[in-house]
């Protein structure tokens, strides 16, 4: 028992194992587990917004890459699909059949007697030739009714950077089941009639056209400039006849 008006000290000996404990879970940190604790969630902060912006780049990245992939593939499709259906038949004119620029860069044609054409001109911009007039007449070298196709995605970074065409011809002469001559356009890509001997153009032929595509497009990303190219071959449905 305690003695009236006297205090007694109690050590941490005379506590009860309970109080110790008690006493032990209230005392605070110190400065050094403070700042270990700060130095910890920093380093943890960090990583996670470095993640999170690996990550956004990434998305962007993709989406980007995605765009240049299905504008590029709706060119070609445009163009592939256009020139597949290209006039041809018995003795069609010169100026009516498939022709081709000689720096291999621009294709013009006809289609159900309407001009059309691809080019990339001397800008660098890639062009379609369009009309409703049955009496114009595409060429490579002029520039009526050709138009910037893809014009406004550039504004979004997409262009069409390089086009080139070229072509493969396999002539049938009426007499002979084979094909007995083989031409391309290594040798002239503007050449017409492109059924050719050694007397010059051949008569009483069919022609039979593959034309091949090449179109590359690069769109800026968030890593920098992306770039790819597709290739496209398109057999000519309307045969020439001569």
């Not at 890639?126 to 009526?144: A, L, S, W």
């Amino acid at each position: 028992m305690f003695s009236p008006g006297r205090r007694q000290y109690i050590g941490d000996e005379d506590m009860s194992p309970v109080k110790r404990m008690n006493l032990e879970r209230s005392r605070g940190v110190t400065l050094i587990e403070l700042l270990i604790g700060v130095a910890v969630g920093a380093i943890v902060t960090l990583a996670v917004v470095a993640a999170w912006g690996i990550s956004v780049r990434s998305a962007s990245y993709s989406l980007e890459s995605a765009r240049l992939n299905n504008d590029l593939r709706s060119a070609m499709q445009i163009m592939s699909q256009d020139v597949r259906r290209a006039d041809g038949g018995v003795d069609i004119p010169d100026e009516f059949a498939v022709q081709f620029g000689g720096d291999g860069d621009c294709i013009t044609y006809f289609v159900e007697g309407l001009g059309r054409g691809f080019r990339l001109n001397d800008a660098g911009l890639f062009q379609i030739y369009f009309t409703e007039n049955p009496t114009d007449r595409p060429t490579c070298v002029d520039n009526n009714n050709w138009v910037a196709l893809y014009e406004d995605l550039s504004e979004g970074g997409f262009s069409i950077t390089d086009f080139s065409v070229a072509w493969r011809v396999t002539c049938y002469p009426f007499d002979e089941l084979d094909p007995i001559v083989e031409n391309d356009s290594s040798a002239d890509i503007a050449v017409f009639p492109r059924c050719r001997d050694g007397g010059g153009p051949m008569t009483d032929v069919t022609e039979v056209l593959e034309v091949t595509l090449s179109l590359t497009g690069e769109i800026g990303t968030s890593s920098g400039i992306k770039n790819m190219t597709l290739n496209d071959v398109v057999m000519v449905r309307n045969h020439d006849v001569r």
